[in-house]
């Protein structure tokens, strides 16, 4: 797959669709690969008329690794201090201006998922002059009062990291079923084979912590989308039990005149059964933009 390479990074990506179309670029979320925005979608996006980029972010997949850092302090993060965060969602953010300038793209339409919501907001708040239209799905603002996950989920991202491929795959499978959808039908075969394939792609656990840092330490995004001009869906699951329904509320709430889509029965994932309606309210927005 190719790669655009500045300053000491180096970002994979891939495209489906026709280059001579407006741009979808897709943001993923913590310690996920692009690869988890499933080609399928992409397919669906570029059928409306689309060229779509997805990319692996910085420190996961195929993208440069940040290992020569030391691990973040999470005892110091959760009491205020956010110093030992290797970087900050702004950074990432500003890693999207990196990749659009080694495409010679412009403006995009941009969609983030999870923590890539994050940076996907953080991005138009920094550089609103590359955005066309912005979706945020399963996502939240940076308020802390706001957008958390059950106690449950919280308590996973302390559990040792399993030794084998094995291990590996049996407990990213079983945290998986904390955060699926329960109004949607589940193939456990195909669970398991994305999550094996995804382990043999890139497999980097450590970078999943700095992920996690960088959300923790970067600041509240309220006051910065309130600022937001272009025109924005929020896309959240009523049943999202790792990013609360309250994030995504939170979010269309700031944001001017954004659109906002509660799906009944959806939790912190994209079931086959609402792509449809993630499609058109993406394609939808894009009509809106200028």
Same mark, same amino acid.
């Given at each position: 797959?190719?790669?655009?390479?500045?300053? /000491?990074?180096?970002?994979?990506?891939?495209?489906?669709? #026709?280059? *001579? $179309?407006?741009?979808?670029? @897709?943001?993923? %979320? +913590? &310690?996920?690969?692009?690869?988890?925005?499933?080609?399928?979608?992409?397919?669906?996006?570029?059928?409306?008329?689309?060229?779509?980029?997805?990319?692996?972010?910085?420190?996961?997949?195929?993208?440069?690794?940040?290992?020569?850092?030391?691990?973040?302090?999470?005892?110091?993060?959760?009491?205020? /201090?956010?110093?030992?965060?290797?970087?900050?969602?702004? #950074?990432? *953010? $500003?890693?999207?201006?990196? @990749?659009?300038? %080694? +495409? &010679?793209?412009?403006?995009?339409?941009?969609?983030?998922?999870?923590?890539?919501?994050?940076?996907?907001?953080?991005?138009?708040?920094?550089?609103?002059?590359?955005?066309?239209?912005?979706?945020?799905?399963?996502?939240?603002?940076?308020?802390?009062?706001?957008?958390?996950?059950?106690?449950?989920?919280?308590?996973?991202?302390?559990?040792?990291?399993?030794?084998?491929?094995?291990?590996?795959?049996?407990?990213?499978?079983?945290?998986?079923?904390?955060?699926?959808?329960?109004?949607?039908?589940?193939?456990?075969?195909?669970?398991?084979?994305?999550?094996?394939?995804?382990?043999?792609?890139?497999?980097?656990?450590?970078?999943?912590?700095?992920?996690?840092?960088?959300?923790?330490?970067?600041?509240?995004?309220?006051?910065?989308?309130?600022?937001?001009?272009?025109?924005?869906?929020?896309?959240?699951?009523?049943?999202?039990?790792?990013?609360?329904?309250?994030?995504?509320?939170?979010?269309?709430?700031?944001?001017?005149?954004?659109?906002?889509?509660?799906?009944?029965?959806?939790?912190?994932?994209?079931?086959?059964?609402?792509?449809?309606?993630?499609?058109?309210?993406?394609?939808?927005?894009?009509?809106?933009?200028?």
């Amino acid at each position: 797959m190719p790669r655009v390479k500045f300053q /000491d990074l180096e970002v994979e990506y891939d495209t489906f669709g #026709d280059p *001579a $179309d407006p741009v979808l670029l @897709l943001v993923m %979320g +913590l &310690g996920a690969q692009m690869t988890n925005w499933d080609a399928r979608l992409c397919e669906l996006f570029a059928a409306q008329g689309f060229h779509v980029v997805r990319f692996d972010n910085r420190d996961i997949g195929l993208s440069t690794e940040f290992s020569h850092l030391p691990l973040p302090d999470f005892a110091a993060l959760a009491a205020g /201090d956010p110093s030992s965060a290797p970087y900050l969602l702004s #950074d990432m *953010a $500003d890693d999207i201006v990196g @990749l659009l300038d %080694g +495409l &010679g793209i412009e403006r995009v339409h941009l969609v983030g998922a999870s923590m890539g919501g994050m940076i996907a907001q953080q991005f138009v708040v920094d550089h609103p002059e590359r955005v066309l239209s912005l979706c945020s799905i399963m996502s939240t603002t940076g308020d802390k009062t706001v957008g958390q996950g059950s106690p449950e989920i919280v308590a996973t991202f302390g559990q040792p990291t399993a030794s084998t491929r094995e291990a590996t795959i049996e407990q990213r499978v079983v945290s998986s079923r904390l955060t699926r959808s329960p109004g949607f039908p589940v193939d456990e075969d195909a669970v398991r084979e994305r999550i094996a394939a995804a382990y043999d792609r890139s497999n980097r656990p450590a970078s999943t912590l700095r992920h996690l840092a960088a959300v923790i330490a970067s600041p509240d995004r309220t006051p910065g989308l309130r600022e937001v001009t272009v025109p924005t869906v929020v896309i959240h699951g009523a049943d999202d039990p790792l990013v609360d329904k309250s994030g995504g509320e939170a979010t269309a709430a700031a944001i001017p005149d954004a659109e906002l889509i509660i799906i009944d029965g959806m939790a912190h994932d994209l079931p086959l059964e609402v792509w449809p309606t993630v499609v058109e309210a993406v394609a939808a927005n894009a009509k809106r933009a200028r």
